[in-house]
């Protein structure tokens, strides 16, 4: 089975250089002073598809990604992991990319590639939009399951069984005939972490790269504006002083409420 | 029958429409242009039309019902096949549904076929002055952020997070309902089964909620978590996806849009960012304490009370005070 893992570097949503505001006056934003990391969701996509190297044989997984000259630290510990090859699609481009942009660059790697299966993260952590897998597999006229934590894939050739979690906890089990894209979800099958002696063996291995301008990608259709502050749902009243201070505030407060 | 300008997509499963479906009739009215209100439901799925019927009295705005036999499971890649044809023929400016897996499953393959964006889990829209564009808003960041999208006049799918647009009822006349019938595709993705929400029962009935998410560090630290939920009476302790994934608290105690819905009197969150999934599930409650080391979290937009403090150093301080306050008292 022929796979390809869609990987995205993104922001480390506990790094304090993080900027939470536009980085302009022009309302743009960028995260450049912020360390990255392999987007989480995108680990159990990786996972799934070594889990389905496994049991499938003549298995190979490509893993890719699409981002800047750091974003390849993520391939790194993709071939640390596991994967077979690395595919770096090297895009500069300024703010916030439209999913239909990026989807764009993948289908047209893969195109005439005949994965099998396509994989990527439920959603990445920073856009939290899940669009990428569903636009790939709309370029490419595959059938797509969105936010799956759990893949069959010894049912046979014809397809893979999946597991999710729909609105309300419920949770359904599908078949989707290959060949697919998935998006997965966290939870089934905790990512394994890359053992040093791999992650070293990784660094050495030649990525394979494309400029993005080589690649022909489509449209944006879209593209954000703006970004600012959330709106605030209820008005928080934060509590001040020491650790202690504070603990006997909200120790008051909530007897005040009636709560203890 | 006349396309309309918007369109509303519902499906129904086992009889029953979701309930955040009435939102999107809200959301429609923010983006409708005052000159055109144009707005049509497509509703699909088996025994379709006497929701149908529900729709067209509630809101007033026509609909059409595909009514698909009882063989037809609810699948996205089988409203795909239907809605295709049919959203073609009709060629609207914005169609609307709301976030779920099944409409993330068909959005992209629709916006392409309308030569459409497609903006997912919107939260917001309004149309721009002068140029009467349509702006939509969502969040970014774990929900620390909104970011503003346009599209450029091209038309839109977009996908709705519940919870955002408060719907009323009104008096309206009850529109027309144009019923359709379809030949049934073939569809590559079958379900085959469908299990029951497993929630855990004193979720429901707990007055106090005590929620732990990443930021407790280690399942360790679930101790002092649980140390604090029994300082409060007919209390109950949940976890963020991130935390019952990691298998720290079992899956039936997940809060958020894949778990519970809870509505305690009181929810404290111990180290959740807020991330509009887990926001989506504890919304309801009635006193909201958010205890978090980032002051930027975006839990704090969700909260009455906030502490910004490290959980390890924060946690047995409070948990001392409550002691002490309850000796005090007693
Ligand atoms: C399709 C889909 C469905 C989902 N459904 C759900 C759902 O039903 N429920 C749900 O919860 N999530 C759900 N999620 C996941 C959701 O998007 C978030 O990833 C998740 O809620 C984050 O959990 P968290 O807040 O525990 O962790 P994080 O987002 O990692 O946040 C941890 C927080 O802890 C704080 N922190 C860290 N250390 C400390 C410390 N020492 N002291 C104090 N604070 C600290 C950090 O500042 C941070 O704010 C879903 C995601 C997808 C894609």
Same mark, same amino acid.
């Given at each position: 089975?022929?796979?390809?893992?869609?990987?995205?570097?993104?922001? $480390?949503?506990? $790094?304090?250089?993080?900027?939470?505001?536009?980085?302009?006056?022009?309302?743009?934003?960028?995260?450049?002073?912020?360390?990255? =990391?392999?987007?989480?969701?995108?680990?159990?996509?990786?996972?799934?598809?070594? %889990?389905?190297?496994?049991?499938?044989?003549?298995?190979?997984?490509?893993?890719?990604?699409?981002?800047?000259?750091?974003?390849?630290?993520?391939?790194?510990?993709?071939?640390?992991?596991?994967?077979?090859?690395?595919?770096?699609?090297?895009?500069?481009?300024?703010?916030?990319?439209?999913?239909?942009?990026?989807?764009?660059?993948?289908?047209?790697?893969?195109?005439?590639?005949?994965?099998?299966?396509?994989?990527?993260?439920?959603? @990445?952590?920073?856009?939290? %939009?899940? %669009?990428?897998?569903?636009?790939?597999?709309?370029?490419?006229?595959?059938?797509?399951?969105? @936010?799956?934590?759990?893949?069959?894939?010894?049912?046979?050739?014809?397809?893979?069984?999946?597991?999710?979690?729909?609105?309300?906890?419920?949770?359904?089990?599908?078949?989707?005939?290959?060949?697919?894209?998935?998006?997965?979800?966290?939870?089934?099958?905790?990512?394994?972490?890359?053992?040093? @002696?791999?992650?070293?063996?990784?660094?050495?291995?030649?990525?394979?790269?494309?400029?993005?301008?080589?690649?022909?990608?489509?449209?944006? =259709? %879209?593209?954000?504006?703006?970004?600012?502050?959330?709106?605030?749902?209820?008005?928080?009243?934060?509590?001040?002083? @020491?650790?202690?201070?504070?603990?006997?505030?909200?120790?008051?407060?909530?007897?005040?409420?009636?709560?203890? | 029958?006349?396309?309309?300008?918007?369109?509303?997509?519902?499906?129904?499963?086992?009889?029953?429409?979701?309930?955040?479906?009435?939102?999107?009739?809200?959301?429609?009215?923010?983006?409708?242009?005052?000159?055109?209100?144009?707005?049509?439901?497509?509703?699909?799925?088996?025994?379709?039309?006497?929701?149908?019927?529900?729709?067209?009295?509630?809101?007033?705005?026509?609909?059409? /019902?595909?009514?698909?036999?009882?063989?037809?499971?609810?699948?996205?890649?089988?409203?795909?096949?239907?809605?295709?044809?049919?959203?073609?023929?009709?060629?609207?400016?914005?169609?609307?549904?709301?976030?779920?897996?099944?409409?993330?499953? !068909?959005?992209?393959?629709?916006?392409?076929?309308?030569?459409?964006?497609?903006?997912?889990? /919107?939260?917001?829209?309004?149309?721009?002055?002068?140029?009467?564009?349509? /702006?939509?808003?969502?969040?970014?960041?774990?929900?620390?952020?909104?970011?503003?999208?346009?599209?450029?006049?091209?038309?839109?799918?977009?996908?709705?997070?519940?919870?955002?647009?408060?719907?009323?009822?009104?008096?309206?006349?009850?529109?027309?309902?144009?019923?359709?019938?379809?030949?049934?595709?073939?569809?590559?993705?079958?379900?085959?089964?469908?299990?029951?929400?497993?929630?855990?029962?004193?979720?429901?009935?707990?007055?106090?909620?005590?929620?732990?998410?990443?930021?407790?560090?280690?399942?360790?630290?679930?101790?002092?978590?649980?140390?604090?939920?029994?300082?409060?009476?007919?209390?109950?302790?949940?976890?963020?996806?991130?935390?019952?994934?990691?298998?720290?608290?079992?899956?039936?105690?997940? /809060?958020?849009?894949?778990?519970?819905?809870?509505?305690?009197?009181?929810?404290?969150? !111990?180290?959740?960012?807020?991330?509009?999934?887990?926001?989506?599930?504890?919304?309801?409650?009635?006193?909201?304490?958010?205890?978090?080391?980032?002051?930027?979290?975006?839990?704090?937009?969700?909260?009455?009370?906030?502490?910004?403090?490290?959980?390890?150093?924060?946690?047995?301080?409070?948990?001392?005070?409550?002691?002490?306050?309850?000796?005090?008292?007693?």
């Amino acid at each position: 089975m022929k796979m390809l893992a869609c990987i995205k570097f993104v922001p $480390d949503s506990d $790094d304090a250089a993080l900027p939470v505001k536009p980085t302009n006056t022009a309302g743009a934003w960028d995260w450049e002073a912020a360390a990255g =990391r392999m987007n989480r969701y995108d680990e159990y996509a990786l996972e799934a598809s070594l %889990q389905l190297k496994a049991v499938r044989a003549a298995s190979r997984i490509d893993a890719l990604t699409v981002g800047a000259e750091r974003a390849q630290a993520v391939l790194r510990r993709a071939l640390g992991m596991g994967a077979d090859h690395g595919v770096h699609i090297v895009r500069t481009g300024q703010g916030l990319p439209s999913p239909f942009t990026i989807a764009g660059l993948i289908a047209a790697y893969a195109k005439a590639r005949d994965y099998d299966l396509i994989l990527c993260g439920a959603m @990445s952590e920073d856009l939290m %939009q899940g %669009q990428v897998g569903p636009i790939v597999a709309g370029l490419l006229n595959r059938p797509c399951l969105t @936010s799956v934590h759990a893949l069959d894939g010894s049912a046979g050739r014809a397809g893979l069984r999946c597991e999710r979690d729909a609105q309300g906890g419920r949770r359904e089990t599908l078949e989707i005939d290959l060949p697919a894209v998935v998006t997965v979800q966290s939870g089934g099958m905790p990512p394994r972490y890359p053992a040093l @002696s791999k992650m070293l063996r990784a660094n050495q291995y030649p990525l394979e790269r494309i400029a993005a301008e080589a690649l022909h990608g489509i449209e944006a =259709r %879209q593209r954000v504006v703006a970004v600012g502050a959330p709106a605030k749902e209820r008005r928080v009243q934060f509590l001040d002083g @020491s650790a202690d201070e504070k603990a006997h505030r909200l120790a008051a407060l909530l007897r005040a409420r009636g709560r203890i | 029958m006349a396309p309309a300008r918007i369109v509303l997509i519902a499906d129904v499963e086992e009889g029953r429409l979701d309930p955040a479906v009435w939102e999107l009739a809200a959301m429609a009215s923010a983006a409708a242009d005052e000159a055109d209100r144009d707005v049509r439901w497509m509703v699909l799925g088996h025994e379709a039309s006497s929701v149908g019927g529900q729709l067209a009295a509630k809101t007033g705005c026509a609909v059409t /019902v595909v009514s698909l036999p009882p063989a037809a499971a609810p699948t996205g890649a089988l409203w795909s096949e239907i809605l295709r044809p049919i959203l073609d023929d009709w060629q609207p400016d914005l169609v609307g549904m709301l976030h779920t897996t099944r409409f993330q499953d !068909c959005a992209a393959a629709l916006a392409l076929a309308l030569d459409a964006a497609w903006i997912a889990a /919107v939260q917001g829209v309004y149309r721009q002055v002068p140029t009467n564009d349509l /702006v939509f808003q969502r969040t970014v960041m774990g929900g620390r952020m909104t970011a503003e999208i346009e599209t450029g006049g091209r038309p839109a799918v977009i996908t709705v997070l519940p919870g955002y647009f408060p719907y009323e009822d009104r008096e309206t006349a009850p529109a027309a309902i144009e019923m359709r019938t379809v030949p049934l595709p073939a569809s590559r993705i079958r379900l085959v089964a469908v299990g029951a929400a497993d929630c855990e029962p004193a979720l429901k009935q707990a007055e106090t909620i005590v929620a732990a998410g990443r930021g407790i560090g280690s399942p360790e630290n679930l101790a002092l978590v649980e140390r604090l939920a029994a300082c409060f009476p007919r209390s109950a302790l949940a976890g963020s996806r991130i935390v019952c994934d990691a298998g720290w608290l079992a899956p039936n105690r997940q /809060v958020g849009v894949t778990g519970a819905s809870v509505a305690p009197k009181l929810y404290i969150a !111990c180290g959740i960012s807020g991330a509009h999934q887990h926001v989506g599930g504890m919304q309801g409650a009635e006193l909201v304490v958010a205890i978090n080391r980032d002051s930027r979290a975006a839990i704090f937009n969700h909260a009455d009370i906030g502490v910004v403090a490290d959980l390890e150093v924060f946690l047995p301080l409070l948990i001392e005070a409550l002691e002490k306050e309850e000796m005090a008292t007693d």
